[in-house]
């Protein structure tokens, strides 16, 4: 049966949800109830990826937030979306949560990723080059800034027959792009505009033979070296027990495994099992870790069940990566005795091995960009508009003089960028990114 059949016949228990993408984008999801959250990240994925075969698919998390409220939670994989509504979404119905396909976890380097999986690695790039213009540049000074603006100058105009150098391609990036799509906010009003293009000349004059690649491997570098956006870091109490723990930052990352302290780093490979219970005595949380080393049983006190699962999640989902194995050392069994009054048996019911039932599957019905608008009126009729003489040659394309005739009839002067004729597909995407 093919899947628009399936949609059809599934019951009328059927919901759609939003995926957000780094990039700006998003995939509207129609599923049943009893699909999971790694259905929906597998099918958002699959829809996505036209290179690489999915080596790294494994890295891909669903983060659930609540702006107004500032409340975050990562969502275990094998919840399903009748579940996430019964654990969060009903507690505020019809507030304004919102889902973020996310990257969590990563491999030991970068590069393999690149190697092995070239969609993922894309995608991880949109995603810290987005959290960098977004909060990360905040951790930066103006010359790292300085770095990462033609780093990400060079990946744009990866194609470019131009010299980087050259004072024309500068002049050609701020009047047609602007600058501010490289530069932090804030940054532009701290140094002198020519002092800033000089010192991009100096910059790009090193980046000319420099690979797309390369480039967006040195990017990713440069803000793991200065930012440590690689790692998480959690405010527990730490100890063997309960009663004996000592508050500590905990540090999660590739290249560090699980660090409680500089004198105790476990790596993932080492941990058994994950199991989180409420504390006795307090409304705190415990996370509760069995590794395969030792009969010790490392503890760790968390404020509250939404910071125990975020850690469970991302311990576990390093475990799956950097394990033999591949398997979970978290699953639903071992979910706080909360979740598992509240779902019963009902955990197995989550199903992400492909197969479309009525009450399990999921398809995108909508894939769109915020930074287009719902409605369609900026669409013009071709017909009523007239180009004139070419005041300019850019990068992409020749910008003409013109008119454009309004809804009303009234005709307006107007400058017009056209895209060339030969130009191949990955030009054409970056000029309608401009657009």
């Not at 960028?417 to 401009?434: G, M, Q, R």
Request: net charge negative; glycine share 6%.
């Amino acid at each position: 049966m093919e899947q628009s059949d399936l949609a059809q016949n599934a019951s009328s228990d059927k919901g759609t949800v939003k995926v957000c993408l780094p990039n700006g984008g998003f995939n509207v999801v129609r599923h049943g109830g009893s699909i999971n959250i790694q259905g929906i990240i597998t099918i958002v994925t699959q829809e996505r990826r036209s290179t690489g075969n999915g080596y790294f698919s494994g890295l891909y998390a669903m983060r659930l937030t609540r702006p107004s409220s500032k409340e975050v939670y990562w969502l275990h994989k094998d919840f399903t979306m009748q579940q996430v509504q019964e654990k969060y979404l009903q507690k505020c119905p019809g507030a304004d949560w919102r889902y973020d396909l996310r990257i969590r976890y990563l491999p030991e380097t970068l590069r393999e990723l690149a190697n092995k999986d070239t969609a993922t690695f894309n995608f991880y790039y949109e995603q810290v080059r987005s959290d960098y213009y977004l909060e990360l540049h905040t951790k930066v000074d103006q010359d790292v800034a300085l770095q990462i603006c033609c780093l990400d100058i060079r990946k744009y105009l990866s194609n470019a027959s131009t010299g980087l150098d050259k004072k024309s391609t500068l002049e050609y990036l701020d009047r047609e792009i602007g600058l501010q799509r490289f530069i932090p906010h804030g940054m532009l009003d701290k140094i002198k505009p020519k002092l800033l293009k000089k010192h991009i000349q100096t910059h790009c004059k090193k980046l000319a033979n420099t690979s797309e690649l390369d480039c967006m491997l040195q990017f990713l570098e440069l803000l793991k070296l200065h930012t440590q956006c690689d790692q998480e870091r959690f405010e527990v109490d730490y100890g063997t027990s309960e009663s004996f723990t000592i508050p500590i930052e905990l540090i999660i990352g590739p290249d560090v495994g699980i660090q409680a302290s500089a004198a105790r780093r476990i790596e993932f490979k080492h941990i058994n099992k994950l199991k989180i219970e409420d504390c006795k005595e307090t409304s705190k949380v415990a996370l509760r870790l069995k590794l395969t080393t030792s009969a010790e049983i490392l503890c760790f006190i968390c404020p509250n069940a939404a910071v125990a699962e975020s850690l469970a999640d991302l311990i576990d989902g390093y475990c799956r990566i950097h394990s033999e194995a591949e398997c979970s050392v978290w699953t639903a069994e071992d979910f706080s005795e909360a979740d598992r009054k509240r779902f019963g048996g009902r955990h197995k019911l989550g199903n992400n091995d492909g197969i479309l039932l009525a009450e399990d599957y999921a398809e995108i019905i909508e894939e769109g960009d915020y930074s287009v608008p719902a409605v369609r009126d900026y669409e013009l009729n071709r017909d009523h508009i007239e180009l004139g003489i070419i005041l300019g040659k850019g990068q992409f394309g020749d910008v003409h003089k013109g008119t454009v005739m309004t809804k009303e009839g009234t005709t307006i002067p107007v400058a017009i960028k056209t895209c060339k004729s030969d130009a191949d597909a990955s030009t054409t995407d970056k000029f309608l990114e401009e657009a």
